[in-house]
Each structure stands twice: as structure tokens, then as C-alpha cells.
């Protein structure tokens, strides 16, 4: 069984995105992603991909969980965690380096944030199977199971 919802979602991560333009060749990058789901449950593959300029030339990244890189083809950094358990609030911070350019400074429009994630045996929805009964006429034992997972379908956020 799938659906979709549009209304009463429970979104899993509250993305806390802080960005410093410091001249015109430096940018301070702060995200600090919190998971608001519990504390046993955990998010599977998750991917933030921070937009920065097109003239950037040079990124220094400090994190508290997961690794993160700097993808040009993308003019994204890309920050990666394989397992994100609940009610925690790993951090990213990156300075920056942009080129110079003699043009005039045009502003930055910010792309959005984005995130890719699964969540096993959470549902944004709080829909639930209470009960299942499954019927079977040739007598075989079936194993009566229910899996939830929540999968990111374009999740981002503006800053």
C-alpha cells in the first residue's frame, strides 16, 4: 500500500541553515540539522547538498557527524551521513574562499537546501496499521507484518 499527503506532515528534520558573506572573496557556512524523531529511531543515507557561488574556489569544512566535500559540477557541498539517529543535532561549518572577479558584485540568489533520506518505521503522516488479517485458502501460515519507511521525495529548504 503507498499514499501521499500534503497536509498534517510531520516533517523528520528541521534544517538551521546560517550564512555570512565577509567581503567579497569569503563566506561563513553554517548547518546545523536536527532530527526531531525518536531518540531509538535512526535516518538512513542522508545527503545535504548546501548550494554555494560559482566563483568558489577554496572550502574548509569542520563536522560533527558524516563527511562532507566540495562538488564543483554541482557548486554544491555535499554532506553525507550514512546513519543519523534521532533527536540529535549534527553540525556543518565551512569557510568559504570565492575568486575574485573585477565585475560588478551581483547578489548571490541562494538556491534552496536540499535533502535526501529514508527513514525506517516512520511515518510523517502518523497513519497506522492497527490491524491486519490476512486469508489464505490453501491453510498456509502466513507471517502477518507491516513496514514503514519515509523517503525523501524533494525535501528543501530556503536560507
Do not use: H
Not at 560559482?54 to 563527511?67: D, I, L, P, Y
Amino acid at each position: 500500500m503507498k499514499y501521499r499527503i500534503t497536509e498534517g506532515v510531520n516533517l523528520p528534520f528541521r534544517v538551521l541553515p546560517t550564512i555570512k558573506e565577509l567581503g567579497r572573496t569569503r563566506m561563513e557556512v553554517n548547518v546545523k540539522v536536527k532530527s526531531v524523531f525518536g531518540a531509538k529511531m535512526f535516518a538512513l543515507g542522508v545527503v545535504v547538498k548546501i548550494p554555494v557561488p560559482k566563483q568558489t574556489a577554496k572550502v574548509n569544512f569542520q563536522v560533527t557527524s558524516g563527511r562532507a566535500k566540495y562538488n564543483p559540477s554541482i557548486d554544491c557541498l555535499v554532506w553525507k551521513i550514512r546513519k543519523f539517529p534521532g533527536q540529535t543535532e549534527p553540525t556543518l561549518s565551512a569557510e568559504v574562499e570565492l575568486i575574485s572577479t573585477i565585475t560588478e558584485k551581483k547578489s548571490w540568489t541562494r538556491p534552496p537546501i536540499q535533502m535526501e533520506f529514508q527513514v525506517p518505521m516512520f511515518t510523517a503522516s502518523g497513519l497506522r496499521v492497527r490491524f491486519l488479517k490476512v486469508w489464505e485458502k490453501s491453510g498456509y501460515n502466513t507471517v502477518e507484518w507491516v513496514r514503514y519507511i519515509t523517503k525523501a521525495g524533494s525535501y528543501e529548504v530556503r536560507c
